[in-house]
């Protein structure tokens, strides 16, 4: 019997055996597809990682203090006090002038003595001076009431090397000197040539007494100066003179006219003593100190009527001016007063009453206070810093914008003597000179002095503005003008943009996701979801290009038939499905499917038609025949958009008043009747909740206006062509297939057994899609909605294009906008590399990062919860 073949049973159960025993190459493949998908995933989350590293590290150096390189300290031959002080860019050469007219020109570094100059000034004592803003051109003042004007700067250029002269002294490691010439080597091995230009230029006298306050300015062409100063004389009296020079061109002589005009007096009290003087660079008004803590400020735009316009006390009583000075642009004052107070003021166009042109000064930033008396403030050539100077030796280096002091310095030498301080023209150091001739420079660097988290994200009062708030505005026309860094604008235009853009994309997406998914013939779903999923490909410069050249001049000129056509259109809608329900039931059940569908193509291009033909008429009733002019305020009340607002909700309130009250009757009247009987009978009812609605809402719009509300002002304001309601249009044009195919996705994956049975217990299809299809799938229909917000939030081109690029804090729809990622888009090409601005958009992108990641993080918990949800149904 051993021998016998094994039975039929004996072998199918052996087969099955066999069968239970995974082949080696299913197990190899199954764990090579895992290893992948692991190291998949593990790339992706590395490669997230990095880009957050990279950002980080881009983003870092904007935060980070600055750092001192050293100082160096010297002792100067000067034969009496010194007067005036300079320095050149490249901090190798310095020069002192004095009261007694020796000027020297010194080697930064070490001390050394260039040249000494002595300037002719006829015996006179020099009882004040004054420079243009580079420090270049000096006016002296005298006992004598007389000022003179003097050259006191640098001169640089290239040399050679084969051009160097011989018998060079060597100076330092770095630099070498010869007759008056510092040579210093540069990357490219030939020498930067540096030396002083010293000359003493013309004499006016203005006065007969002594003048103890001085400015000067000098504008007009090479050919053509015009030399404008303004002197106070130890009299009180006041005076602005402007000197024409003409220069012959052939034989270089100058022709000097000079007119003085006397300025109204001070008015100053018994004892008070002027402390500073300062003209603006067009000469339209005066600031003058006193050390009774006074600011008086003359307003000169008509020079043959000059008023005094404000005095304002700027210090508290008691307390004296003893430092002044214009920040770059002039429209802000720096004020050091001998409390070791430092404070900057505005000057605003306020309208008061108070002054005689209707501005005022207003203190605008109170800066950290210094240790003693400020003996001395210097303002920086390019941007918004200054150095000031106690009495006590500190020297501090302050940032208005950004209310902070980047370095406090102290002097090591006598403290106790009066000094000045400058900041050398690039801004990378400080010098200060006392009257004895001793002089300290530091050198640093603080490459971003004008950014901290404060200026990045929080209010700025920014010169020129009447209060703090958000400004992003990188670039100007000029130099002088201030960069503004908050991010805030952006972010909020950012958040604007997806509003209004998800506002539109979202009723339409999901409606139209459960029309497909719910209601229409298999054979229409698989014509129009194609046709959505191509939408996608649509590339979104293109869809830009057409919203900045067509859609926003066409919304412009239709902007009455656009409005109508957001009531219009779902009304079409509505008609569409009425006419539908009053068909025959064998008729209805019969063209069911792609039919269907057409008619309610064809109501809603009706309805269309019918808006774009009533868009003139509607814009008349409603809005006076002028939206764009209504928009400003000028004309009509608010009443007419509130209505247009309030309906949607006025609708809702009376088709939940007539539920509750004649809900249960209604269904029982029509459930009687006939298909279409009953159909007629709700369009009825539905044309007058529509007339009930319209009425609730004019009423309450008409209360709003009579209790003073407008949202002209708010969120509707002036009309701009690129607007955020032609983003909005065209961007939902972008979102929608998005979110459309996610939702369709996850309706139809709601399982069939839930829908056959909520139709067995009674419901319509229509209920079982809200209250069992659409519950179910929440989780996958909440993520097509936050997949549909990320791809707004990071839209780039459609903003850049069609959005106007203005970084405003408004929620206006008919104004534009600017985002992060159209920010990055427009200036990170002309950005200059680890440039303040560079960073800072690095910065951006960083912050676009962490909303996108925050909004899919919270996204996902919900979703989780959703799924919870559904899990227990």
Known sequence: MSDMAPTTSERGAAARKRRMTTRTSVVL??????????????????????????????????????????????????????????????????????????????HIPTGTEVTRTTLDFDGAEVTSVAGTLERDRVAFGFDDGSVRFATLGFESRATARNRLPSGLIQIDARDRMLDGFVYTEVGTGDFRTNSSIVELRSVEQVSDAPIVALDYRIGGT??????????????????????????NMMTGDETVTTTTTDLPSLGVEAGEQVTGLLMSGSADRIIISSDSGYV??????????????????????????????????????????????????????????????????VRARTHAPMPAAVIDVSESQRSK???????????????????????????????????????????????????????EAWQYTQKHPEVTLRVLFGRIWYE?????????????????????????????????????????????ALMAAIYTSEFVDSRVRGTVKPMMEMMESLPTVVLGFIAALVLAPLVEEWIGAVLLGFFALPMGLMIGAFAWQALPANMALKYDGFPKFVLMGLSILVTAWVAASLGASFERVLFYGDFKGWTTGRIGTGTPFMFLILLPLSYLVVGWAFRKLYGHHWRALI????????????????????????????????????????????????????????????????????????????????????????????????QTARWVVLPTAASGVFSAVMMGMGRAVGETMIVVMAAGNTPIMEWNIFSGLRTLSANIAIELPEAVKDGTNYRVLFLAALTLFIMTFVINTGAELIRQRFRKRAFNL
């Open 29 to 106: 493949g199954e764990k090579l597809a895992g290893g992948i998908i692991t190291v998949g995933g593990l790339m992706v989350i590395v490669a997230v990682l990095g880009i957050m590293v990279f950002l980080f590290r881009v983003v870092m150096p904007l935060m980070a203090g600055g750092e001192m390189h050293g100082n160096v300290r010297h002792q100067l031959s000067m034969p009496a006090p010194v007067a005036w002080v300079n320095g050149d860019e490249f901090q190798t050469l310095g020069i002192v002038a004095d009261t007694s007219g020796n000027v020297l020109t010194y």
């Open 222 to 247: 090479a050919e053509r100066p015009i030399i404008v100063f303004a002197t106070v004389d130890a009299a009180g009296q006041v005076r602005v003179s402007r000197s024409r020079v003409q220069i």
């Open 296 to 361: 008086y400020r003359y307003d000169l735009r008509n020079i043959d009527a000059p008023v005094l316009a404000e005095r304002i006390r700027v210090a508290d009583d008691g307390v004296g001016v003893t430092a002044l000075t214009f920040l770059t642009a002039e429209d802000a004052l720096v004020v050091g007063t001998d409390d070791g107070g430092v404070a900057v003021w505005f000057r605003l166009q306020t309208g008061t009453t108070a002054t005689t042109d209707g501005r005022e000064m």
């Open 385 to 439: 810093e200054f150095v000031a100077t106690d009495i006590d030796g500190n020297v501090w280096v302050y940032h208005s914008t950004s209310d902070q002091v980047l370095f406090r310095l102290a002097r090591s030498g006598a403290t106790n003597e009066q000094a000045q301080g400058m900041l050398f023209p690039r801004a990378d150091g400080v010098m200060v000179v006392n009257d004895t001739g001793e002089f």
């Open 464 to 508: 020129g503005y009447g209060q703090p708030e958000f400004i992003w505005q990188s670039t100007a026309g000029t130099d002088l003008s201030e960069p503004k860094y908050s991010l805030v604008p952006l972010i909020f235009g950012t958040i604007k943009a997806a509003t209004y853009a998800m506002l539109f994309a979202v009723p339409i």
């Open 671 to 766: 459930g009687g009747m006939a298909r279409s009987r009953a159909g007629l009978f709700d369009a009825g009812r539905w044309v007058s909740m529509l007339l009930g609605a319209m009425l609730l809402s004019y009423a309450f719009a008409s209360f709003l206006t009579l209790i003073g509300y407008d949202p002209r002002g708010s969120f509707i304001d002036s009309y701009q062509q690129r607007n955020a309601l032609v983003v909005g249009f065209i961007m939902a044009f972008a979102v929608i297939p998005n979110i459309y195919t996610l939702a369709e996705d996850a309706l139809n994956s709601v399982p069939g057994h839930l829908r056959a049975a909520s139709l067995a217990c009674g419901a319509t299809p229509w």
